[in-house]
Nanobody, 120 residues
C-alpha cells in the first residue's frame, strides 16, 4: 500500500490549506484514514481520522477549524484546514488501516510527510 500525500506549504496565520492523501495498491478494504502531525521536539499526534463509515475523530486543538473527509471510491482522505495558527506548524503524515485480502488482519501504513508552516 502506498500513500501519496500532497498540499502542504507555507501560509500566514488565519489562512487555509487543504491536504490530500491517496492510497494505492492491492487493497481489499480501508477501515480508517487520517492525519497525524509532528512538530519539532514533539511527539507525533493524531490530528483527525475518519472511518469508512464516515465517523470522524479530531484532536481538541483542531476542532471547529479542521474538517476530514473520505472518498471511499478513490481511497482518498482530505484534510481541510481553516483558520490556521502558528501552533499548527508541523510535518503532517497520512495514515491508514487497511485490509489487503478478505479475512486478513488490518495493517497500518504511513505516507511520507508533508510540511505545513504557518507564519504568525
Amino acid at each position: 500500500v502506498q500513500l501519496q500525500a500532497s498540499g502542504g506549504g507555507l501560509v500566514q496565520a488565519g489562512e487555509s490549506l487543504r491536504l490530500s492523501c491517496a492510497a494505492s495498491g492491492s487493497i481489499f478494504s480501508i477501515n480508517v484514514m487520517g492525519w497525524y502531525r509532528q512538530a519539532p521536539g514533539k511527539q507525533r499526534e493524531l490530528v483527525a481520522d475518519i472511518t469508512s463509515g464516515g465517523s470522524a475523530n479530531y484532536a481538541d486543538s483542531v476542532k471547529g477549524r479542521f474538517t476530514v473527509s473520505l472518498d471511499n471510491a478513490k481511497s482518498t482522505v482530505i484534510l481541510q484546514m481553516n483558520s490556521l495558527e502558528a501552533e499548527d506548524t508541523a510535518v503532517y503524515y497520512c495514515n491508514t488501516e487497511a485490509v489487503l485480502r478478505a479475512g486478513f488482519l488490518p495493517q497500518e501504513y504511513w505516507g511520507q510527510g508533508t510540511q505545513v508552516t504557518v507564519s504568525s
